[in-house]
């Protein structure tokens, strides 16, 4: 007999459905009832964001309506451990778990380890790819030749980009209604589009990160002075009208539609930028030339790209439920039809780009999957046999050659995997070992659990009022003292006792 199980859901904001279907009606909601037997029913939904549904999460657990199934961050997960209000998952993993979903979440070092806790498994992590993580710089490249710019090859170079595309008319179209740069209110936090992360990496900061200093001691990326170098290259950019003057009250919906609009020429942004919003924005102007250009430096020292831990989150299961198994149930078919036996377009990305990947609710990806689908395309894209491919990769390979007789709606795959894509800068990154990891990874510490809420608000508010011009920039240095203040000194003691545990 079929079952139903309770959810919530912090939708993708590129999230769409076909005429007629919803959340709880699409392939994959068929799917689990068809194959499994199990209803998802959705006690509530937002497409605002991870603060919201933060927010919204945690007013349901103090006021004891917990769903069934539900994704937290780990902060959350090691509060509804103390609680008690979860299912120790460690038998059913080791009972129902398939063998391709161990072997993804097994791939990704240290993954299961942090939903571990006293030697149970508390939680199945919400695993990705370390290198999908990776973001670059997009530019208009028809944008550039029309205004006879070179490309860019230092964070000069993107500077002086950024104040032609503002006051030269790049659309040529007599209005001065251009941004230099994409910029939204979440700047570097797990932002997908017009990010500014990769700008900082531009700088060596790390804002993001516990890096390690050269007395070997961990610090944290967001309060050294390479940032303070970066919010002052920004704060000119603003004052200048190179950045929209709005940007901190608009999230990267926001910018995406920029983008569309011919607003906005230049984004650091994912590697997968291509399927949303780029493609839109070349739907909208054919002529649109979207290019990839790594992450250039400020310095003869080249940039590195910065990675964070690759598990940002755990699907948990509420305390006393009948069937607890269902969640790897749901984790073991998402495997089964993207990676064991694929049906790509009918539950991913359909032949015409459509994403069907935002519906499932409990997922995974595989490690360096999509670095290694590059690799494999590139090579048939240059041998011209495509018989080596797996499913998925044929698939994008004969779109991308769809594309290049002239189909331009599959341009998103040339974008992701062709010639303009950005894994060829990522590579080189990889190959030259210019990858600045995250050296903490561990359960939040007993002060983060605390204070990291606050530390995160000052963080972001500081980084936006001295961009703006609210606060000078010598407020960078006040910041630092106040984080360390307000506990960022304590958890940096943590940090490095945790570390040194480990053997780091």
Same mark, same amino acid.
């Given at each position: 007999?079929?079952?139903?199980?309770?959810?919530?859901?912090?939708?993708?904001?590129?999230?769409?459905?076909?005429?007629?279907?919803?959340?709880?009606?699409?392939?994959?909601?068929?799917?689990?009832?068809?194959?499994?037997?199990? =209803?998802?029913?959705?006690?509530?939904?937002?497409?605002?964001?991870?603060?919201?549904?933060?927010?919204?999460?945690?007013?349901?657990?103090?006021?004891?309506?917990?769903?069934?199934?539900?994704?937290?961050?780990?902060?959350?997960?090691?509060?509804?451990?103390?609680?008690?209000?979860?299912?120790?998952?460690?038998?059913?993993?080791?009972?129902?778990?398939?063998?391709? $979903?161990?072997?993804?979440?097994?791939?990704?070092?240290?993954?299961?380890?942090?939903?571990?806790?006293?030697?149970? *498994?508390?939680?199945?992590?919400?695993?990705?790819?370390?290198?999908?993580?990776?973001?670059?710089?997009?530019?208009?490249?028809?944008?550039?030749?029309?205004?006879? *710019?070179?490309?860019?090859?230092?964070?000069?170079?993107?500077?002086?980009?950024?104040?032609?595309?503002?006051?030269?008319?790049?659309?040529?179209?007599?209005?001065?209604?251009?941004?230099?740069? #994409?910029?939204?209110?979440?700047?570097?936090?797990?932002?997908?589009?017009?990010?500014?992360?990769?700008?900082?990496?531009?700088?060596?900061?790390?804002?993001?990160?516990?890096?390690?200093?050269?007395?070997?001691?961990?610090?944290?990326?967001?309060?050294?002075?390479?940032?303070?170098?970066?919010? $002052?290259?920004?704060?000119?950019?603003?004052?200048?009208? =190179?950045?929209?003057?709005?940007?901190?009250?608009?999230?990267? !919906?926001?910018?995406?539609?920029?983008?569309?609009?011919?607003?906005?020429?230049?984004?650091?942004?994912?590697?997968?930028?291509?399927?949303?919003?780029?493609?839109?924005?070349?739907?909208?102007?054919?002529?649109?030339?979207?290019?990839?250009?790594?992450?250039?430096?400020?310095?003869?020292?080249?940039?590195?790209?910065?990675?964070?831990?690759?598990?940002?989150?755990?699907?948990?299961?509420?305390?006393?439920?009948?069937?607890?198994?269902?969640?790897?149930?749901?984790?073991?078919?998402?495997?089964?039809?993207?990676?064991?036996?694929?049906?790509?377009?009918?539950?991913?990305?359909?032949?015409?780009?459509?994403?069907?990947?935002?519906?499932?609710?409990?997922?995974?990806?595989?490690?360096?999957?999509?670095?290694?689908?590059?690799?494999?395309?590139?090579?048939?894209?240059?041998?011209?046999?495509?018989?080596?491919?797996?499913?998925?990769?044929? #698939?994008?390979?004969?779109?991308?050659?769809?594309?290049?007789?002239?189909?331009?709606?599959?341009?998103?795959?040339?974008?992701?995997?062709?010639?303009?894509?950005?894994?060829?800068?990522?590579?080189?990154?990889?190959?030259? =070992? *210019?990858?600045?990891?995250?050296?903490?990874?561990?359960?939040?510490?007993?002060?983060?659990?605390?204070?990291?809420?606050?530390? %995160?608000?000052?963080?972001?508010?500081?980084?936006?009022?001295?961009?703006?011009?609210?606060?000078? *920039? %010598?407020?960078?240095?006040?910041?630092?003292?106040?984080?360390?203040?307000? #506990?960022?000194?304590?958890?940096?003691?943590?940090? !490095?006792?945790?570390?040194?545990?480990?053997?780091?």
């Amino acid at each position: 007999p079929a079952i139903t199980l309770t959810a919530v859901r912090n939708l993708n904001d590129s999230t769409v459905f076909r005429a007629g279907e919803s959340l709880t009606n699409n392939v994959w909601s068929r799917d689990y009832m068809d194959t499994l037997g199990i =209803q998802i029913k959705y006690l509530w939904t937002t497409t605002k964001g991870t603060d919201d549904y933060n927010q919204r999460l945690n007013a349901s657990i103090l006021t004891g309506e917990i769903p069934d199934i539900f994704e937290v961050d780990s902060l959350q997960l090691k509060q509804l451990v103390n609680a008690g209000l979860i299912e120790d998952l460690t038998n059913v993993y080791e009972t129902h778990a398939s063998g391709a $979903a161990r072997r993804m979440l097994e791939e990704i070092p240290n993954a299961l380890e942090t939903a571990e806790f006293d030697g149970r *498994l508390m939680a199945i992590p919400q695993g990705a790819s370390t290198t999908d993580q990776s973001q670059v710089l997009w530019i208009r490249y028809d944008w550039l030749n029309r205004l006879g *710019l070179p490309e860019p090859e230092t964070m000069q170079d993107v500077i002086n980009i950024s104040k032609a595309f503002t006051k030269l008319d790049p659309d040529g179209n007599g209005k001065p209604d251009t941004f230099g740069l #994409g910029l939204n209110m979440g700047l570097h936090n797990r932002i997908n589009v017009a990010s500014l992360k990769g700008f900082l990496n531009g700088f060596h900061a790390y804002p993001s990160s516990w890096i390690k200093k050269g007395d070997g001691q961990i610090a944290f990326g967001g309060i050294q002075p390479e940032v303070k170098t970066a919010l $002052a290259a920004l704060q000119e950019m603003y004052k200048d009208g =190179q950045l929209d003057p709005e940007f901190s009250v608009k999230d990267q !919906n926001f910018m995406a539609e920029e983008i569309v609009a011919g607003k906005v020429g230049m984004q650091y942004g994912a590697w997968w930028n291509p399927t949303y919003p780029l493609q839109t924005s070349k739907d909208a102007e054919p002529d649109a030339d979207w290019r990839a250009y790594g992450i250039p430096s400020i310095s003869d020292l080249p940039a590195k790209v910065e990675y964070n831990f690759p598990v940002y989150s755990y699907f948990v299961v509420r305390k006393g439920i009948k069937h607890p198994e269902a969640l790897v149930h749901l984790l073991n078919l998402m495997v089964h039809r993207g990676y064991e036996e694929p049906q790509w377009e009918r539950f991913f990305i359909g032949k015409d780009g459509f994403l069907y990947n935002n519906y499932p609710l409990v997922y995974t990806w595989p490690e360096n999957g999509s670095f290694k689908n590059y690799l494999h395309i590139q090579e048939a894209l240059k041998s011209g046999n495509p018989d080596e491919l797996n499913t998925v990769e044929k #698939g994008y390979y004969d779109n991308i050659q769809a594309y290049r007789q002239g189909a331009n709606q599959y341009w998103f795959e040339e974008g992701m995997y062709g010639e303009i894509s950005a894994w060829s800068h990522i590579k080189e990154k990889i190959d030259h =070992q *210019l990858i600045q990891m995250n050296e903490f990874y561990g359960p939040p510490t007993k002060t983060m659990s605390q204070v990291t809420p606050i530390l %995160e608000k000052l963080t972001l508010d500081t980084y936006t009022m001295i961009i703006m011009g609210e606060l000078p *920039l %010598e407020a960078f240095d006040e910041y630092v003292a106040q984080w360390k203040e307000l #506990g960022g000194n304590i958890i940096t003691k943590e940090v !490095n006792e945790w570390v040194k545990a480990k053997g780091g």
